[in-house]
């Protein structure tokens, strides 16, 4: 992955590779953000999860945002996600700005990016499951394949041919 992924708005978007000194703050951001999955009564571990982004050889892998030298979000390319669809790769996650930034065009930004490595990677798509993030993601040219319930929760899955 290059050095800088992405600029734009006054906004560098990095692997996360290259900044592991994030990961303990991303790892509060993450665990306010989804506490069912990474709290303390969660199954997830923030930390193992930001480790494994900062992979530098292929999934997974992660980005961050950086604005006026501050850690402002975060975004993931994994090999799977939602198990009733194992058989499609690669998946953005992990999408996550700071809500003091939010609607500034930095989501967008991260999704470019993970666009981009699994662009490289050799992908000829990428896929997201979203209950939050369907109006980020049409804006970027993702279409919606379907609606699909995931850990009781309503989803859409939707993909973008590279």
């Known amino acids: 992955m290059p050095a800088v992924v992405a600029r734009a708005r006054g906004v560098t978007v990095e692997p996360l590779a290259r900044h ?6 991303l ?3 993450f665990e306010a953000e989804w506490p069912d999955w990474y709290g303390p009564a969660g199954r997830g571990s923030a930390a193992a999860d930001l480790h494994a982004y900062a992979n ?5 892998c992660g980005v961050v945002a950086w604005h006026a030298g501050h850690v402002c979000g975060v975004a993931a ?3 799977k996600s939602i198990a009733s669809h194992a058989h499609l790769s690669p998946w953005a996650a992990a999408g996550w700005v ?5 609607g ?11 666009e981009h490595e ?3 990677l050799g992908f000829p798509g990428i896929h997201c499951g979203t209950s939050t993030a369907q109006n980020l993601l049409r804006r970027c040219g993702w279409q919606l394949m379907e609606r699909v319930t995931h850990e009781g929760q309503d989803l859409g899955v939707y993909r973008k041919a590279l």
């Open 20 to 25: 592991p000194q994030a990961i303990a703050e």
């Open 27 to 29: 790892c509060g951001w």
């Open 56 to 60: 530098t050889g292929g999934l997974p």
């Open 77 to 79: 390319l994994k090999a």
């Open 98 to 102: 700071h809500p003091d930034l939010r």
């Open 104 to 114: 500034r065009g930095i989501g967008g930004l991260l999704l470019g990016a993970l």
């Open 118 to 120: 699994a662009r490289r």
